[in-house]
């Protein structure tokens, strides 16, 4: 027994030593990030600031909240003359939000896209379809909208990729 509590205590040695020596590289990679972010600031360089809205509910107050977020992050980003793209993704209940024959917030998405082109709309293709299939007919989306094949896996990929996710 006592050679065995020996190989426990060398052992959590050995993942507390492993860990402790990992901690300097890893902020030493978050400086490094921090500091090339920061070159760029100094050379005039904004980075995009990236979005996802998540619409996944068929309320008109939440699709105008979100409608209401990307206008107000993109005037606010355009203020300060640094780039933004803006997704709002649909998915579930929420395509409603997109859909040309049900859609409460059409004319004002139609608007949001004419004069705000950093914000997008994405719906859900298993959805549609799925929509499709529950009432016998196509379902028809806002000429605005364009179509992936999962909007939670849109969401994730893009979170993935940095992006900072809000549901309103």
Request: glycine share 4%.
């Amino acid at each position: 027994m006592k050679r065995f509590d020996q190989l426990v205590v060398a052992a959590a040695t050995c993942v507390i030593a492993l860990f402790l020596l990992a901690q300097p590289a890893t902020a030493q990679s978050g400086r490094l990030a921090s500091e090339s972010e920061s070159k760029a600031q100094h050379k005039g360089e904004a980075r995009t600031h990236r979005l996802i809205l998540q619409v996944n509910t068929n309320d008109p107050a939440m699709m105008n909240l979100a409608l209401n977020n990307a206008a107000n992050v993109d005037q606010y980003y355009s203020d300060l003359g640094e780039p933004v793209e803006i997704e709002v993704v649909t998915f579930g209940p929420g395509l409603h939000m997109l859909r040309a024959d049900t859609s409460p917030v059409k004319d004002r998405i139609k608007s949001i896209a004419e004069s705000r082109p950093s914000v997008s709309f994405k719906a859900c293709g298993n959805t549609q379809e799925n929509m499709a299939k529950a009432e016998s007919k196509k379902i028809p989306l806002v000429s605005q909208a364009t179509v992936v094949k999962s909007g939670v896996v849109r969401v994730m990929e893009l979170q993935e990729q940095g992006w900072s996710y809000v549901r309103p």
